[in-house]
């Protein structure tokens, strides 16, 4: 299930350096990691990407979390809604 989600962000940052036209390096830059990160992403050598990388990416480019993993805005929000009334329940 996690390699479906890694190969979606690779492929959309193929997509956005093609957008943008620009290389890794330069996109690297744009969302503030490393060079070798984002290399590693969009080559897909990683099994795993942390929270963090992801957030970067996602806050720097047009990639949404929905896009990535293919949920919609509502479920987000429907989720986020969710917790909080349980949060006030308690």
């Given at each position: 299930?996690?390699?479906?989600?890694?190969n979606k962000l690779s492929a959309?940052?193929?997509e956005e350096m093609s957008?943008?036209?620009c290389t890794s390096k330069e996109?690297?830059?744009?969302?503030?990691?490393?060079?070798?990160?984002?290399?590693a992403?969009?080559?897909?050598?990683?099994?795993?990407?942390r929270l963090s990388v992801i957030v970067k990416i996602c806050e720097n480019t047009?990639?949404?979390y929905s896009d990535i993993f293919e949920i919609e805005d509502k479920e987000i929000f429907e989720q986020g809604l969710k917790k909080e009334t349980m949060k006030k329940s308690l």
């Open positions: 299930m996690l390699e479906k989600y890694l959309l940052i193929m957008k943008r036209n996109l690297s830059i744009i969302c503030d990691i490393s060079e070798r990160e984002m290399s992403i969009k080559n897909r050598e990683r099994n795993d990407v047009s990639i949404s």
